[in-house]
Each structure stands twice: as C-alpha cells, then as structure tokens.
C-alpha cells in the first residue's frame, strides 16, 4: 500500500469512496456525486500549495497493481501544529483484509517522522466496530466520547476519540 497526493485523474477512484452508501455509512455526509468529488480534488489541490500545509489529502494505493483503492486524511491544526485528525475510506471490496490497520500505521509513520507532529488523533461513530479494531490495534488509545460531535444527514452523533502519542508510537 502507499500513499501520494490526490489528482484530478483521481475523481472517479475516490468516487467509489465517497459515493458509495455503504463505504460512507459511518461518514457525517451522505454519499457525495461525482461533481462534488470533483470539487473536493481540486480544494486538496489547492491545500497541498498552501504555506504552511494543514491539510493532506492522499490517495491510497494498492502495493501491487497502484490502483486507488481508497483516501486518507490528515488534517494538521492551526492553533495546534504538533497535533493533527486523520480520516480514511477505502473501498467495501478492500474491507476485511486489515488494509484499514495498515493505513493507520502508514498515516502515523507519514505524520510523525515525516511532518515532526506530536499527537495524531481520529474521531469515529460509536457503531464502526472495524475502525476501533484497527485504531486499537494501530496502538491508539481511546480517549472517550464526544457527545453530539458531527450532524450527519440522519442527525447529531457522537464521535469516539482515539489518538496516538509519538513517544507511544516510537516505543512500539
């Protein structure tokens, strides 16, 4: 698996991300249109020219054939610039293969020895029992709950927080 920054050559790759019903079932969006999908490459386009950076949208590859199979997030705060949030879709046919572990390694490694941050944290909802497994086994801790933490079109919903220190990250 790798990591790169997205292209406009890669809507319709993370079309099948962000459009899909199931692989954005636990996403505080409904499944967005190609034309949105669109709008979102070209606004990480945009981001990865910014100085300083904040945000890096990347595309996931396959090892073997560099297919896009999915996208992962890491979005550094400003009032905070050691600490960043990441987030991750992958296609429903990836799921199952622990490829969501293996990304949250990948992002960590990318954030901490590439970027110098300190914390990295990820929010999910309270029923994505596969992103807790693979949070938890990508050595992040569960911080706790967070009540009414992102509207989704179905209504307000709580968001687990897990996060991961360097000095953690580095004594696994």
């Not at 669109?38 to 904040?54: F, H, S, Y």
């Not at 990347?58 to 905070?80: K, N, P, W």
Request: charged share 25%; net charge negative; no cysteine.
């Amino acid at each position: 698996m790798g990591l790169r920054d997205v292209t406009e050559a890669d809507v319709t790759a993370l079309h099948a991300v962000y459009g899909n019903p199931e692989a954005t079932a636990y996403m505080p969006f409904a499944p967005r249109t190609l034309e949105q999908v669109a709008t979102l490459v070209k606004d990480a386009i945009r981001a990865a020219a910014a100085e300083p950076r904040r945000l890096y949208a990347l595309a996931v590859t396959d090892a073997e054939t560099r297919e896009v199979v999915g996208v992962a997030r890491l979005h550094i705060e400003a009032d905070h610039p050691h600490s960043a949030e990441i987030g991750l879709g992958l296609r429903p046919d990836q799921w199952g293969r622990g490829i969501g572990t293996d990304l949250i390694r990948l992002v960590q490694s990318f954030g901490f020895k590439e970027l110098g941050l300190h914390r990295i944290w990820g929010a999910r909802a309270p029923g994505n029992l596969p992103a807790q497994l693979a949070m938890l086994t990508a050595g992040m801790i569960e911080e706790g709950r967070v009540r009414h933490h992102v509207q989704t079109p179905s209504g307000w919903r709580d968001s687990i927080i897990h996060s991961i220190i360097e000095d953690d990250w580095t004594d696994r």
